[in-house]
DNA sequence: CCAAAAGTGTTCCCTCTACACCCATGC
DNA sequence: GCATGGGTGTAGAGGGAACACTTTTGG
C-alpha cells in the first residue's frame, strides 16, 4: 500500500456512550481519567483508531477492554470535528453508543486497561466531563430516544428473560415519560416478536410476574417494517 | 498547541451526497475523477480535511467550491472508517447529504476546480461509482428516507415558492411510492408550516395552481415534536 | 391481613385510507 | 373543444388515549 496521499493527516478516535439498565435507573458506564489533560476528571471511554483496524472494529475493541465483554450492541452516531475539541492536537472523534445487560452477578465489575477506574453513573446525576463529552452524550441520548421507537433496543439492556414491567421501564426512563401499563402491554406486545414463557418471575414479595424473552427470528421476519412505538 | 498525542495518525475527509430535485426526478451531483486511482471514474465530491477548519467547515467549503453557494443545507450522517477502503492508504471519510434547490436558471452549471466535470445523475441511473462511495450513496438516501419524516427538509430541494404538487412529487421520489393527493394535501397542509401566498403558477397550458412558502417562524414554534409525516 | 405489583377491557376520539368528479387554462 | 393538471369531501376502519379494579404472593 502505497503512500500517496496529501499530506495533512488528524488523529482519529473513538468514544463510547456505553448505557445500562439497572434497578429502573439508566446509567452510562464512565471512566477516571489518569492522565494530562484532564487528569482525575470523568470521561467517556475511548481510545485512537489504531492502524489495522476499521472504526467499527475499535469499538468493539475498546468495549471489549473496558468490559471483558465481545458481542455488545453498539451503533455509531456521529462523528465531532472541532478543530480545538481536544487541547493537544487535532482529534477528530467517531462517537458510538452500546447497550448492555446488567446482569445482577458480573455487573459493575469492568476493566480498567486505562484509566484508575470505571463507573456506572445515573445519566440524571453526571458529573462535569472532560472535553466535548457532554456534549457527545447528549446526542448519544437523543439517539437511542429516536431509535427505540422504531429498534428493538429496549431489550439489549434487559436480561434474556424479563418481565413486561421491565420493558415498560426501560422506555419510560429513556423517552423520560411515564406510560400507560395496559396501553403499553397491548402494543409491546401486538408487534409479536415477544415469546411468553411458562416461567414466573422468582423472589419477589409479590405475585410472580410472567417472563418473556425477544424473539429474533420474528423480529427477523418483520424486516423492520412494523416495529414502530 | 502541544503535539503529545500517540503517533498514528489518518487522513480523514469529507463526502457528499449533494442531492436536488428536477423536473420530478431526484438526481446527485457526480464529479468525474481527473486522478489516480479510480481516475475518469464517477464519484462522489469530497476532499480532505483540512487542519485548520472542522469537519462541518470543510464540508460546507467541499460544496462552496463545487457549485459558487454558501449556506447549502447539509447534514452529516454516517462515518467510514473500512481500513481499506482507499487503496492508497487510510482515509477515514465523513458522509454528508446536502439538498439544494434547483432553480432553473443557475441549474446544472457547477464549478469543476477539482474534477474534469460535474454533472447531475438520476439517481435510479447512477453510473459504477469510485471506491466505497455506492455504499455512501445508498445509506445517505436511506437517511433522507427516514429524516423526511419528521424534518421539514423537502423545501430545501424547491424554489422559495413552490406547489402543493410539487412537495407530493418530492415525498413520492424520495420515499418511493406514490401518494394520496387529497390525503397528501390534508396532512402537508396539517402541519400549519406552509403559508398560501396570493400568487399563482404562471407559463403552464393548464389551470395555473396556487403557490406556497415554508414558513420557519411558525415550524420553529412547533420545536419539531408535531411535524410527523 | 396488609403491602406491593400483576394482570386485564372498553369507550371515545381522532387519524388514516380509499375513492371520483368538476374546474380553470392554454392552445 | 380538448388535453392537462388543479382542486375538493366523505364514509368507514383502525389505532391511540384515558381510565380502575381484582388477583396473587410473601411476610
Redo the contacts with the bound molecule.
Sequence with gaps: MKEVLPTFNSAVSIDCVLFGFDEGELKILLIERNEEPFKDWWALPGNLVKPDESVDQSASRILHELTGLSNIYMEQYYTFGEVNRHPQGRVITVAYYALLRLSNEKSLKPLTSFAKKAQWINVQQLPPLAFDHLNIFDKGLEKIKRRIKYLPIAFELLPEKF???QVQHVYEVILGKKL????F???ILSFGVLKELDEKQKG???????LYKFDRRKYAKLYGKEFSF
Design positions: 418481565t413486561l414491567t400507560d401499563k395496559r396501553n402491554r397491548k402494543k419477589v414479595s409479590f405475585r410472580a410476574a410472567t
